[in-house]
């Protein structure tokens, strides 16, 4: 039996919005019942009993690439063909991806429309859903287009993560070992004890910990302007590249715990990270089951260009999300590429 935490509330510069711990029948039963509600066909396959027949439903392929301009427009013709008017509720069932493109949809349809998120994946429930970032991807690179538009309230239904796959349950765990690393070290040690499975006792909990974490960030740097925000990157200016390397075939949760590593590396290299940190990091994470080892297909030298077209790097250098210690980040510019490459080379 799964202990429900309680709501928290997420303040933003035009109100708020609480995100609630619930079943999914609870979830179903809070949504307007004339709301449009967006998915993809995997949730239609295993929750679609409990809604399809209640709201007006658009089902997308699922996977990143339905997160694009063209699937953007195709949902803002669908709500004007059904006849949505401005008082209606776009809700959004699923994991990042549904999370990111309906709330961009919201965000557009005749000006802003409001929206729910009903995460439904571990990535979804404890960083897309909150901090009111929404946008699509272009073929050029991912999340180019976008904007923020809070939802109206996150309806959480934990059990929905029994039907994930085995590995989108695992991957989704290395963005709740980055919370930690980059703001808290006792977190860490309960993660360290706790059985993380989608029916242990401590998983509430622990998803509930991550919100609160990453509401205490958006709430200081809403609108990502003074670098706050931007301790959310560790292990994901290495993983978008290797993501990107990769075809999209490696997950984003394994990318990013292999980038958390070579981070870890790059920032004891050049001072900024305390010496054991990576060893550390890496344990934790071998332990949890993510990957923290550099494929031998990938070359350090394309890693580093790959870096670069992402903008993350300038004349001087590249900017990284760095730990000082486990529990702690801070954004560093100018890191050499030579020393990027380096940690690398040091598989
Ligand atoms: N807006 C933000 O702040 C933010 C933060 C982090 C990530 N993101 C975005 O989130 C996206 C990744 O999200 P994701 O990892 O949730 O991937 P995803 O949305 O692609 O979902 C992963 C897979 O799981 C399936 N699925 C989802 N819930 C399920 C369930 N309960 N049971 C069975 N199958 C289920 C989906 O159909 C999909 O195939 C990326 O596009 C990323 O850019 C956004
Ligand atoms: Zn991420």
Same mark, same amino acid.
């Given at each position: 039996?799964?202990?429900?935490?309680?709501?928290?509330? +997420?303040?933003?510069?035009?109100?708020? !919005?609480?995100?609630?711990?619930?079943?999914?029948?609870?979830?179903?039963?809070?949504? %307007?019942?004339?709301?449009?509600?967006?998915?993809?066909?995997?949730?239609?396959?295993?929750?679609?009993?409990?809604?399809? *027949?209640?709201?007006?439903?658009?089902?997308?392929?699922?996977?990143?690439? *339905?997160?694009?301009?063209?699937?953007?427009?195709?949902?803002?013709?669908?709500?004007?063909?059904?006849?949505?008017?401005?008082?209606?509720? $776009?809700?959004?069932?699923?994991?990042?991806?549904?999370?990111?493109?309906?709330?961009?949809?919201?965000?557009? !349809?005749?000006?802003?429309?409001?929206?729910?998120?009903? %995460?439904?994946?571990?990535?979804?429930?404890? /960083?897309?859903?909150?901090?009111?970032?929404?946008?699509? /991807?272009?073929?050029?690179?991912?999340? $180019?287009?976008?904007?923020?538009? &809070?939802?109206?309230?996150?309806?959480?239904?934990?059990?929905?993560?029994? *039907?994930?796959?085995?590995?989108?349950?695992?991957?989704?765990?290395?963005?709740?070992?980055?919370? @930690?690393?980059?703001?808290?070290?006792?977190? +860490?040690?309960?993660?360290?004890?706790? &059985?993380?499975? %989608?029916?242990?006792?401590?998983?509430?909990?622990?998803?509930?910990?991550?919100?609160?974490?990453?509401?205490?960030?958006?709430?200081?740097?809403?609108?990502?302007?003074?670098?706050?925000?931007?301790?959310?990157?560790?292990?994901?200016?290495?993983?978008?590249?290797?993501? *990107?390397?990769?075809?999209?075939?490696?997950?984003? @949760?394994?990318?990013?715990?292999?980038?958390?590593?070579?981070?870890?590396?790059?920032?004891?290299?050049?001072?900024?990270?305390?010496?054991?940190?990576?060893?550390?990091?890496?344990? !934790?994470?071998?332990?949890?089951?993510? &990957?923290?080892?550099? /494929?031998?297909?990938?070359?350090?030298?394309?890693? +580093?260009?790959?870096?670069?077209?992402?903008?993350?790097?300038?004349? /001087?250098?590249?900017?990284?999300?760095?730990?000082?210690?486990?529990?702690?980040?801070?954004?560093?510019?100018?890191? &050499?590429?030579?020393?990027?490459?380096?940690?690398?080379?040091?598989?």
């Amino acid at each position: 039996m799964m202990v429900k935490p309680e709501d928290i509330e +997420v303040r933003h510069s035009a109100g708020s !919005y609480r995100v609630r711990f619930c079943t999914f029948a609870e979830a179903a039963e809070l949504i %307007p019942k004339d709301s449009f509600v967006i998915t993809d066909v995997n949730l239609l396959e295993h929750w679609g009993e409990g809604f399809k *027949t209640t709201w007006t439903v658009l089902t997308l392929s699922p996977g990143e690439q *339905t997160k694009t301009l063209s699937t953007a427009s195709e949902a803002l013709q669908w709500l004007a063909a059904e006849g949505c008017t401005r008082d209606r509720t $776009l809700v959004a069932l699923g994991g990042g991806v549904i999370g990111d493109l309906t709330g961009f949809v919201a965000s557009a !349809y005749m000006r802003g429309i409001q929206f729910i998120q009903i %995460p439904t994946t571990v990535i979804a429930m404890v /960083d897309s859903s909150v901090g009111g970032k929404v946008g699509v /991807d272009l073929p050029q690179g991912k999340n $180019l287009v976008g904007a923020f538009h &809070p939802p109206e309230a996150v309806l959480t239904p934990l059990e929905t993560l029994g *039907t994930l796959a085995p590995a989108r349950f695992r991957e989704g765990l290395s963005e709740v070992w980055k919370l @930690g690393f980059v703001m808290n070290r006792q977190f +860490v040690s309960e993660l360290e004890r706790a &059985p993380l499975a %989608p029916d242990s006792e401590e998983l509430p909990g622990i998803i509930a910990k991550c919100v609160e974490l990453k509401k205490a960030v958006v709430e200081e740097d809403e609108l990502d302007l003074t670098g706050r925000r931007a301790i959310l990157n560790f292990g994901h200016t290495i993983g978008h590249a290797l993501e *990107t390397l990769s075809g999209f075939e490696m997950l984003h @949760g394994e990318a990013v715990s292999v980038g958390m590593a070579i981070e870890a590396r790059i920032g004891e290299r050049i001072g900024v990270t305390e010496s054991g940190t990576a060893e550390q990091v890496l344990g !934790y994470l071998r332990a949890a089951g993510l &990957p923290v080892d550099l /494929d031998e297909a990938f070359d350090a030298r394309s890693i +580093v260009e790959a870096i670069r077209l992402d903008k993350k790097a300038t004349r /001087d250098g590249v900017s990284l999300s760095l730990l000082s210690r486990i529990g702690e980040c801070k954004l560093v510019s100018g890191v &050499p590429e030579s020393e990027v490459e380096a940690a690398l080379r040091s598989r």
